[in-house]
């Protein structure tokens, strides 16, 4: 009799899905691995060693396809849902990143659904920080439960955000939502996107390398994994030692890579100074309690990053006008912010700058302040009794949560302590909708009406408080010197 689990792997030859399949291989005599895998030729090279060793059983297929999910979802103990468009090249097909990461999910759920047993199966979702948005100081500090809040332009947030409630309220017995950080993995340096500027130098990020992610994923599947841990969401981070701001970590970055000092290949003014995506986590500590995974700190990662860039790379660092030429090209190019100021885009400026007046007052370096926000976690209030044990949520919770959030609880009974069953509630702009508790007070999602579209969020501000307390503080430029805040 086979005794091992057996575990279906999605985004396999992605970063992450690697990093998970080194410390199954490590595990082989327990665990049995499927992984559904394009078979486009950068997939095959990826996979190969590891069909070669016996260490992966391939079905070669596409997540969209719902006869190649079902194939690998048959006869699995767990189902560990990574793969999908991911950013940058997320944000150069929407359509397609729709497609994928929402139709995945729905995959999934519904091969889970047509098991002998699905209350068996596990499933393991990964989610995101972009379907939190922008969060820098004073509102740095998030936990889940906070407002989903996706960035304008970010369509990859919406997939996820959209496939995240596909997961949560599924009905499935077993589930977890594991929303991913940024991932610190080697490959960071080939990298060479516009999304690099989208990034403001004083927004902040919790970080988690890509080892230590596998890791995760790896001892999700252990049996000392406790009941506990199922039918939550929680955020993945490295904890204290990888929070850093953004400047703080292109400091890193390209010192690892060559470069002692970054600004000598970038200015300032390249910069967002919102609209993107990024949080120190003041509740990452509580998925470490449940599932240690935490091993490596940011600095042990950079210094694996400066023994693998290849040495032509470092030569970067002897020629810096050389590379600032490239880089500014990359800045006027399509998706650059200085493409968007040339070409007039002005919906593009106005969300990631303000305007173009607040833009032309940024100035060089001298005139930038590079600052780390408070160490003291600072929470936000989800409009109910969070201190009060889970199997105390009440009808009253959920309509004091409605409340706080511009809208109402339509139902009129259910069952203490039921976070599973959909309600149906109605929000502030005359929408109704069914989503769990889970859903909306655990995973700080609404109306999928209003929060799925940036472009309504000023009006969803206007009647929620809930949101506005991401919303207010998002409205107000970083403070530079000489750069006046803008509404």
């Not at 002998?116 to 004073?138: C, E, F, H, S, W």
């Not at 991913?180 to 690099?196: E, K, S, Y």
């Not at 910069?271 to 091993?295: C, E, I, K, M, T």
Request: aromatic residues 10%; charged residues 20%; contains cysteine.
């Amino acid at each position: 009799m086979n005794s091992k689990k057996t575990v279906f792997l999605t985004g396999a030859t992605g970063n992450m899905g690697m990093a998970a399949l080194e410390f199954f291989r490590q595990r082989r005599d327990r665990y049995k691995i499927v992984a559904l895998v394009m078979p486009t030729q950068g997939d095959r090279k990826r996979i190969a060693p590891y069909l070669k060793r016996g260490d992966v059983d391939v079905v070669w297929g596409d997540l969209t396809r719902y006869e190649d999910v079902l194939a690998c979802v048959n006869g699995a103990d767990f189902v560990l849902h990574v793969g999908g468009m991911v950013s940058p090249m997320a944000d150069h097909q929407p359509a397609l990143t729709t497609k994928v990461n929402v139709g995945a999910a729905r995959n999934i759920v519904q091969a889970i659904k047509a098991q002998p047993d699905p209350d068996r199966v596990k499933l393991v979702y990964i989610g995101t920080v972009a379907q939190t948005g922008n969060r820098m100081a004073p509102i740095h500090w998030g936990r889940v439960g906070d407002p989903i809040k996706i960035s304008m332009f970010d369509n990859y947030a919406v997939s996820k955000t959209i496939a995240e409630s596909i997961v949560v309220d599924s009905g499935l017995k077993h589930w977890v939502s594991l929303r991913q950080t940024g991932m610190a993995h080697v490959n960071l340096w080939r990298i060479f996107d516009p999304i690099l500027f989208h990034n403001p130098l004083n927004g902040v990020l919790e970080w988690v390398t890509a080892r230590d992610s596998g890791r995760l994923l790896a001892n999700v599947c252990e049996d000392a994994v406790p009941d506990a841990f199922w039918n939550r969401i929680y955020n993945v981070g490295g904890g204290a030692s990888c929070r850093v701001v953004n400047h703080e970590f292109m400091a890193k970055m390209f010192n690892a890579t060559g470069t002692p000092d970054f600004r000598k290949v970038f200015d300032p003014d390249w910069f967002a100074l919102r609209n993107f995506h990024g949080q120190w986590y003041a509740d990452s500590d509580r998925l470490n309690a449940l599932v240690p995974f935490r091993s490596e700190s940011l600095d042990d990662f950079m210094k694996q990053m400066a023994d693998s860039v290849p040495f032509y790379i470092k030569l970067g660092g002897y020629f810096p006008g050389a590379v600032k030429k490239r880089i500014s090209a990359l800045a006027a190019g399509p998706g650059g912010p200085l493409h968007w100021l040339a070409h007039g885009d002005d919906e593009h400026i106005a969300a990631y700058f303000g305007s173009r007046a607040t833009h032309s007052r940024i100035g060089g370096w001298d005139s930038v302040a590079l600052t780390r926000p408070s160490e003291t976690p600072v929470l936000l209030s989800h409009g109910y009794d969070e201190a009060q044990p889970r199997e105390a949520l009440s009808l009253a919770d959920l309509r004091d949560a409605a409340g706080f959030r511009g809208g109402q609880l339509a139902d009129t009974e259910m069952a203490k302590g039921d976070w599973d069953t959909p309600r149906n509630w109605d929000c502030g702009q005359g929408h109704r909708f069914r989503a769990s508790p889970n859903l909306v007070l655990m995973g700080g999602h609404w109306c999928p009406e209003c929060t799925h579209h940036p472009a309504r969020y000023a009006g969803l501000a206007r009647r929620s408080a809930f949101f506005r307390q991401v919303w207010e503080p998002d409205q107000q430029l970083v403070a530079l010197p000489g750069l006046a805040a803008a509404a």
